[in-house]
């Protein structure tokens, strides 16, 4: 009978260390499909984020000016008027401003010789100006690409003046 209970001793002895060692067993299997789990889907949430962010970036305006106005003498119907412009133009990166910077002089000039072929009856109607603002987009814009600069987003009129 002795020996009975030793050998029912030893089997639960045995029958607990197996329980152990199944129990430790999951328990490791378990934290590492967690670990793999998470960095899963972390790791695909941040790839969709990164995505969906190049996308989405804006890069704020950068206003670049001439500081002083250009002047010319324009057409009228019955007399010589004068018109008096100050300009800025919208940028987005900084090589762009600094190309403009640079070749601010060649700007200047082309944009007043521009002017100086405007009619007071069109600049003295909203269309006008608009279309003006256009014209010296593309006019300023054929500048930077000869000097081999990106060309600048909008022409924007700070002040405009004609008597």
């Known amino acids: 009978m002795a020996g009975e209970e030793k050998e029912k001793g030893e089997g639960k002895k045995s029958g607990n260390v197996k329980t152990m060692i199944i129990i430790a067993v999951a328990a490791v299997v378990t934290a590492v499909l967690s670990v793999v789990g998470t960095l899963f889907f972390l790791t695909d949430a941040e790839d969709t984020r990164d995505a969906g962010s190049a996308e989405e970036v804006h890069v704020p305006a950068r206003y670049v000016t001439i500081e002083r106005p250009l002047v010319v ?16 133009f919208v940028v987005r990166d900084d090589d762009v401003a600094d190309g403009v910077e640079r070749h601010k002089p060649a700007i200047r000039s082309r944009l007043q010789s521009v002017l100086q072929r405007e009619e007071y009856a069109t600049l003295h109607t909203d269309e006008g100006k608009i279309a003006l603002q256009e ?22 009129f700070t002040n405009f003046v004609m008597q």
């Open 73 to 88: 003498g324009i057409a009228g119907e019955a007399r010589q008027r004068f018109l008096q412009v100050h300009v800025a």
């Open 135 to 156: 014209t010296l987009l593309t006019a300023v814009n054929e500048v930077l690409e000869t000097e081999g600069v990106a060309p600048v987003e909008k022409v924007l």
